[in-house]
């Protein structure tokens, strides 16, 4: 139904910043809500972020990234992003998009993933 590709994803050191971006393609994401979830070894995948459809739209965050992180999105180019500042070592984790229906509330589309590493 629809693709999710990232991209973005690198080495940075603590304090540093990266933008990660999530391209969607085979429909457009107007009426999805969008998210981000992280996963390091040995651990299961978290949530990161979301955010529901531009209008009326509002983004909720995981505590561990709140005043970080910000989740934004570009329906006429099909992106969603995810702009990660002040970056820790914990923060290393390989980095997922996923899209669902804004009705639904299984994710039912992801990306491969993008690998973030946080170094000090």
């Known amino acids: 139904q629809v693709q999710l590709v990232e991209s973005g994803g690198g080495s940075v050191q603590a304090g540093g910043s990266l933008r990660l971006s999530c391209a969607a393609s085979g429909r457009t994401i107007t009426n999805y809500e969008l998210g981000w979830f992280r996963q390091t070894p040995g651990k299961d995948r978290e949530f990161v972020a979301r955010t529901r459809s531009n209008r009326g739209s509002s983004t909720v965050y995981a505590t561990a990234v709140k005043g970080r992180f910000k989740i934004s999105r570009d329906n006429t180019k099909n992106m969603v992003y995810l702009q990660m500042n002040n970056l820790k070592p914990e923060d290393t984790a390989i980095y997922y998009c996923?899209?669902?229906?804004?009705?639904?509330?299984?994710?039912?589309?992801w990306g491969q993933g993008t690998q973030v590493i946080v170094s000090l």
């Open positions: 996923a899209g669902r229906k804004e009705d639904l509330t299984q994710w039912d589309y």
